[in-house]
């Protein structure tokens, strides 16, 4: 049904269409919504057959899910930013236990310093966790790729994380298609475990396993994404033939059959790109766009089909690899290798500073007249981390940076919180 | 003790060996043939392991309330290692392993799941050692306490990290010698005034059932599962088991170490409900504290090269503490 409303109640609504046996909540922004929503369908009782259990950590969220879910249940949880890494040790048990748990990432930065807006920094964290790692590029695929998740991870027997740009898609209210239970109870199958934890059928799960096995376990995860990179165009396709549209896939290509340069990103900067691309094919320029849906498994062979061609491939990235540069471009150069293609790596929109089209598309001339780094940070203000750098050579013991940018930005000797002098402020 | 560690196949005075002759019913359950041996013999545990002596008694316990029909949750530690090292395993029952700090939280997505799916009669198990429990595992207990979750966590309480090598855990004793409170300096030995009574605190939330048990009575252990195991919600059990190669106390000795540590008031035996200390096991025959620490080296600072009198009394007053505070000595028993 068309509608009109927040992402994290369409999402919500979603989860909810797909049958969750057991949700396991806890609040962390911007996620809250989404849980918020589901709480009220199973207390109202318009979910049914449905545990929602507060819980008091996301670690307990992940390990409630585990446990759910060793028994046969399907299990959901949602969380971002430092709830992520909170549960981290979880995630990586609950793939190694092959329990194909759906969780939603509000995705958020991480601190410190605190700060509650947008970036990849979180799930990508735990990109090497097992997880299969979908990213939303509107509400719509959000909706969309909660419903293939369960269905994608439960054929597996792995789990999920669909990672949805907080705010920016969480919190925004835009046109959503949220389809009847009808269609996902067609789509998706009751949840059939490899593996139950069963009085009936008593089974030791979680042994230790020592060296002698262990390469060939984690291989095993590996392979099964492998499976996955199969699998994930296959479950799209039969999206759009029950439900009508395009939705997920490994990635999306816009204008870039015939383009010189091709940018790459990850979920909902993709819309801002796009729009950039149509300006600039305008003005004649050959450029288009590659959003890339599934980032784990990463599709190298689809993207090397994508971007082969390209002389130049501009990567913009929301997270950041703190002393190399971009995870998704450091990627991408593997799936490229061999190839004369340029891959620049782009940072940007770090804790949600807002990534304008005027930016994207001075950086993609840069790109195109051969000027542009092999990283760069979009709307980076060096001028001010200049100034930081050089009273941290100046002085021992200049203050904490975050509140001496702050104060450096409000301009020189207006002081921001406490400390008005120049130093000191909030220690 | 000197010489020797003698065995005697008739031990006197216990209420875990002749029984065989009861009925059925009033026998214990490992003196059932028909038993599930749910950890089953073959499995890795050190020589005289008192959580696997704890947990098999224990468990088989649950098994018969509950005719089979459990699932049991462990955490990381001694008793996973020893008892699942892949391909084998001694588990005959349902049994899941996930990580050190959560096997209460995985518990409650067991139960959960089971309620879910109509399955009520399939009932959850918890268990980890002390570690597990009382530090790491502790946000996650609390949480399944105040929820009231229908799991039944089983703490076997060896009073530190025996896992990776005998290391201080918030259930250590004071002057306890462990690998991080070495018995060195002017005060030898795990710190006095820390630590904490989690049984106590599993009373404060409130939750249905809080039980302590020694493996020096594995009968009161089995009745006290049994009775966990009528009552639905959030239940804990401590369990007292002795770690020989941790305490440094001769293998044989197990029972005996454990029985010191209950009859000097050291270790309080009782059980609460909703809150309330509802019974006690009494002191039968009352021992100084010092005849429990002289049984086991982590304790040998106290009384080598000379003994300590100062924090040997501390230690005194900290059992008397526990035998006045849980009513452990019958007012007619105390001289």
Known sequence: MLKQCEGSVAIAESVALCRPEVICAY???????????????????????????????????????????????????????????????????????????????????????????????????????????????????????????????????????????????????????????????????????????????????????????FMEVRYLAHARQMQALELIPELAAEFRGAFGRDSGGL????????????????????????????????????????????????????????LGHAARVVVVEKSLSVGIGGNVSHNLKMALAGRATRVHAVIAGLGGRAITMASLKKVFRRAIEDRLEAVSFLDLNMEVVNRQLERERLERRPGPAAEAILRDLAGAGVGVGAGANGKGGAR | MTGPNRVRFYQTGTFTVGNRLLDVSVGSVQSDAERNNSLNSGHRACQGCGEALGARYALDAAMRAVDGRLVVANATGCLEVFSTPYPESSWRVAWLHSLFANAASVATGMAAAMKVKGRRDVRVIAQGGDGGTVDIGFACLSGMFERNDDVLYICYDNEAYMNTGVQRSSATPAAARTATTPAAGDQPGNVFGQGKSVPLIAMAHGIPYVGTASVADLRDLEYKVGRAMAIRGARYLHVHVPCPLGWGCPTGDT?????????????????????????????????????????????????????????????????????????????????
């Not at chain 1, 909902?268 to 796009?274: L, M, P, R």
Request: hydrophobic residues 45%; glycine residues 8%; contains cysteine.
């Open chain 1, 251 to 306: 990635l999306h290509t816009y204008r870039s059959e015939d383009a010189e340069t091709i940018v790459v990103a990850l979920g909902s900067v993709n819309g801002t790109i796009k729009d950039v691309v149509d300006e600039m094919r305008a003005e004649g320029v050959k450029i288009g766009s590659v959003a890339i849906c599934s980032f784990r498994p990463f599709p190298s062979a689809a993207l090397a089909g994508a």
């Open chain 1, 27 to 213: 609040p962390i922004t911007p996620q809250t919504h989404i849980v918020e929503g589901l709480g009220l369908l199973v207390k109202s009782g318009k979910l049914k057959s449905c545990e929602y259990i507060n819980v008091e950590s996301e670690f307990a969220a992940m390990s409630v899910a585990i446990g759910a879910s060793a028994c046969g249940a399907r299990a959901y949880t949602a969380t971002a930013s430092q709830g992520i890494l909170y549960m981290a040790e979880a995630i990586y048990n609950a793939s190694g236990l092959g329990l194909p748990i759906v969780m939603t990432v509000g995705n958020r930065s991480i601190g410190a310093p605190i700060n509650i807006w947008n970036d990849h920094t979180d799930s990508m964290a735990l990109r090497d966790a097992g997880w299969i790692q979908l990213y939303a590029e509107s509400n719509q695929e959000a909706v969309d790729l909660h419903i293939q998740a369960f269905r994608l991870g439960e054929a597996l027997s792995l789990p999920v994380m669909v990672c949805v740009d907080g705010f920016i898609l969480t919190h925004a209210y835009e046109r959503v298609d949220v389809p009847s239970q009808e269609q996902v109870d067609a789509y998706l199958p009751r949840f059939e475990p490899r593996q139950v934890v069963d009085p009936d059928e008593p089974v030791t799960i979680g042994a230790m396993v020592g060296p002698e096995a």
């Open chain 2, 255 to 335: 029972i005996k170490v454990a029985r010191l540590a209950a009859e000097s008031g050291l270790f309080p035996i009782f059980e609460a409900e909703a809150g309330e200390v509802t019974g006690r096991r009494l002191i039968r025959r009352p021992v100084r504290a010092e005849e429990y620490l002289k049984t086991q080296t982590r304790f040998a600072h106290l009384f080598n090269p000379k003994r300590d009198e100062a924090r040997l009394a501390l230690i005194q007053r900290i059992a008397d503490r526990n035998i006045e505070r849980f009513g452990l000595v019958e007012q007619e028993a105390v001289a």
